[in-house]
């Protein structure tokens, strides 16, 4: 079983090293619409392989709605995303997984979540098996790996998601505020969880309001505003020096309405 | 009142007696609407899941059509079949009028519309659930329509119920296509109404029991196995 979490590690760091200079996710005058109103206008934007990008910012801002356009959950109304330098196609679609605010369990048992998503991702056999193995351990759901999914507590049903999601072998995990109703036990083991896929070579996309989590968790940070980037940059300076009104508003508590961009939608 | 008790009291001799005849009506009705309803939900539940599941033009015409034909008249449908099973009518020569197999299929055709209209149904409330998982992980249709069917199969028991409770107490459209043929085509439903309209009331009323007897019977299973299924957190 730690054989294959190694060989997989072994290929991703692999692959990491030789597209370094290539980023894992771009997207290029990114923007969707429903109806009239704009709610992501003309977002441009790089995920690095092997980075840790945190997406930040007010109710409304558009982050989640972000998150599922680079995830292909949702077809962009303009704009063109670009996966490893080419098309964004199925098989870029499979070297990503997402974790969902409220997790999605299926209504089965903790194994057979695990199993389902497995198979629908091609994985037969002793990999699958193995995969199975190692999840269990990683989410420590070993002893519930025969329970129903809906009868785990929230912090478990979060843990099993993530761990569903890592044991799809993703290239990027994207991860939808999936503490934002977790207590801090639980939360920490969430991240605990996040921190150990990314030294395993996992690239992580978070969508988060806490901000004490984004220092813990962030390289990167993009700071969302009205379905637009407000900023970018390493997670120490947006946090510590922001130089948008909007981000700066945000950390001290303000409310930041630009006139401007009210306007448009 | 005391003739009621009476034919009441003689209808239960006859069930207890084990009345060959009875006997052989209660399993000619079972076979006929057991055979109806499961060929029902082969073709209902994959149709009504896909609808429920999937987005696709004129999804909004085909709910429409499933809700519509729920409410499907009997006897019309047994007015259609017996034209398509006569001599003169495209499938007289395969000689099926006044045969238990006709009767099977005027009940499949009112059968399948429930069951695939409130298969789509739930199958649409709980892919509202799953839906962004499925995409995420790249959930092929089969694989999508079966996991659901899967999901929801406590809740698809009720629906099943739903199509066997319109097959077990349907007269109208196997009246027609079956004739009520003594030994060959009667079933209870049937034979209520001719030995009501021949004044042999103990017949017709232990047959009456035996019919509400098995409703009673399916119904309170599947309410325990769903109870089940939710304690288990299933359902």
Same mark, same amino acid.
């Given at each position: 079983?730690?054989? @294959? ?32 109103? /704009?709610?992501?206008?003309? @977002? ?15 109710? !409304? ?6 998150? /599922? ?13 670009? %996966? ?37 991702? !091609?994985? /037969? !056999? ?80 978070? @969508? ?9 968790? !962030? ?28 981000? /700066?508003? %945000? ?15 | ?16 007696? &084990? ?24 073709? &209902? ?6 609808? &429920? *599941? ?16 729920? &409410? =499907? ?44 209209? =409130? ?27 079966? *996991? ?19 097959? $077990? ?7 027609? $296509? ?22 042999? =009331? ?8 035996? =019919? ?24």
């Amino acid at each position: 079983m730690r054989e @294959v979490a190694i060989d997989r590690s072994a290929v991703t760091a692999a692959a990491r090293a030789e597209t370094a200079d290539v980023p894992l996710l771009a997207a290029e005058g990114l923007s969707f619409h429903a109806g009239e109103k /704009r709610l992501i206008e003309d @977002v441009s934007l790089m995920i690095r392989p092997g980075r840790r990008t945190v997406i930040m910012g007010a109710n !409304g801002a558009g982050k989640s709605l972000l998150l /599922r356009l680079l995830h292909g959950l949702i077809r962009p109304s303009e704009g063109t995303i670009v %996966w490893r330098g080419g098309p964004f196609d199925r098989d870029a679609r499979r070297a990503q997984a997402m974790v969902f605010q409220r997790p999605v369990m299926l209504r089965r048992s903790v194994l057979a979540n695990l199993r389902f998503a497995l198979k629908v991702r !091609g994985v /037969r !056999g002793a990999d699958r098996l193995a995969r199975e193995r190692e999840a269990l351990e990683r989410a420590r759901l070993g002893d519930l790996a025969h329970s129903p999914s809906r009868v785990l507590s929230g912090g478990e049903q979060q843990r099993l998601a993530v761990a569903r999601a890592l044991a799809c072998a993703p290239d990027v995990l994207f991860l939808d505020e999936p503490t934002s109703s977790l207590d801090p036990a639980s939360t920490y083991a969430i991240e605990k969880l996040i921190m150990e896929a990314h030294s395993e070579g996992v690239t992580i996309v978070l @969508v988060t309001h806490d901000v004490g989590q984004a220092r813990r968790l !962030g390289d990167d940070i993009i700071f969302m505003h009205g379905g637009h980037v407000a900023e970018t940059g390493t997670a120490a300076r947006v946090l510590d020096a922001p130089r948008s009104e909007a981000a /700066r508003a %945000w950390l001290e508590g303000r409310l930041f309405l630009d006139p401007s961009r009210q306007k448009k939608v | 009142m005391d003739s009621f008790w009476a034919i009441f009291s003689e209808a239960l001799a006859l069930i207890v007696a &084990g009345d060959a005849d009875l006997i052989e009506i209660i399993g000619l009705s079972l076979r006929i609407t057991l055979t109806a309803v499961a060929i029902a939900c082969l073709i &209902g539940l994959p149709l009504g899941a896909m609808v &429920g *599941a999937f987005r696709f033009p004129g999804r909004t015409v085909a709910t429409v059509i499933l809700n519509s034909l729920m &409410g =499907l008249p009997p006897v019309v449908v047994g007015l259609i079949v017996y034209l398509a099973l006569s001599a003169s009518g495209p499938f007289g020569p395969l000689s099926l009028l006044y045969t238990p197999t006709a009767m099977v299929i005027a009940q499949t055709i009112l059968v399948t519309p429930i069951v695939a209209a =409130l298969t789509k149904q739930v199958v649409e409330d709980l892919h509202l659930e799953y839906s962004e998982q499925f995409a995420s992980l790249g959930v092929g249709p089969l694989d999508r329509v079966s *996991a659901l069917l899967w999901d929801a199969r406590y809740s698809l028991l009720t629906v099943a119920l739903a199509g066997f409770g319109r097959a $077990v107490a349907e007269v109208g459209a196997v009246i027609i $296509v079956g004739g009520n043929i003594n030994h060959v085509t009667r079933v209870m439903t049937t034979t209520i109404a001719l030995e009501t309209s021949k004044g042999n =009331l103990q017949l017709a009323l232990a047959l009456g029991v035996v =019919l509400l007897s098995i409703a009673i019977v399916v119904n309170a299973g599947v309410m325990a196995l769903r109870a089940s299924a939710v304690r288990s957190a299933y359902a």
